[in-house]
């Protein structure tokens, strides 16, 4: 099955850029997606790549897909404590009903 | 837009009673809306997709009869947890997409279902 994997934690001071990466198995991935979590709620969409891109750039936020090595990463620019939380990488395969499989998560804890 | 909302978000029942969580799409339509669980410090896992009008589909391990789905509109699916146990708490999140092979897929906030 697809397998979707992330380092479980990442630990940053503000003001510095956060790098969280993720590698895939799917090779018909068709989106990759990053999601955050904070405590207690729900996902939050942060921003996705169509597999056909190399790179998403979104304010802060910087998207990077390399599809031959199925490595995709999100980079966070002058990280803020507000940008604790946990965040999920995820892919469609593109296997009919849109479904999404999830990485493990890596929780980021800004240091002020 | 693209808001979805849950009821309740917060839970307690006692062992063998049933629990019914709704899913919304506030501002959109949702032809498809999946159920996820969630357990502490793991990732999401589906448990099962709905389109409006149809019965869902299980993953695998899912218990069709313990979990009942009901997605009668597009803008409402049901999960009701039948004859709750312990081992059901937990953390479970909708999310609902407009449709299409690729949309994205909106997550609601999450029900945390606790079982004593």
């Known amino acids: 099955g697809e397998d979707v994997e992330q380092s479980l934690f990442l630990s940053v001071r503000e003001g510095d850029s956060s790098v969280i990466n993720c590698t895939y198995t799917?090779?018909?991935?068709?989106?990759l997606y990053w999601y955050k979590q904070e405590p207690g709620a729900g996902l939050q969409l942060l921003t996705y790549i169509f597999s056909n891109m190399d790179m998403k750039q979104d304010q802060r936020l910087t998207v990077l897909l390399n599809k031959k090595d199925k490595h995709l990463s999100l980079r966070i620019a002058d990280t803020q404590t507000g940008d604790s939380a946990i965040y999920f990488c995820?892919?469609?395969?593109?296997?009919?009903?849109?479904?999404?499989?999830f990485g493990t998560g890596t929780k980021l804890q800004v240091i002020p | 837009g693209a808001v979805v909302s849950q009821h309740p978000s917060r839970v307690i029942c006692k062992s063998g009673t049933s629990v019914k969580i709704e899913c919304r799409s506030l501002d959109f339509q949702a032809t498809t809306m999946f159920w996820y669980r969630q357990f502490p410090k793991q990732s999401l896992m589906l448990m099962a997709t709905s389109n409006e009008g149809s019965k869902a589909t299980y993953e695998q391990g899912v218990e069709k009869d313990k979990f009942l789905i009901n997605h009668a509109s597009l803008t409402l699916s049901t999960l009701t947890v039948t004859s709750a146990h312990p081992e059901d708490s937990s953390f479970y999140i909708c999310s609902a997409s407009r449709g299409g092979s690729l949309d994205t897929q909106y997550f609601g906030p999450g029900t945390r279902l606790t079982v004593l």
């Open positions: 799917d090779s018909s991935s068709t989106y």
């Open positions: 995820a892919e469609n395969n593109s296997g009919g009903y849109q479904k999404v499989t």
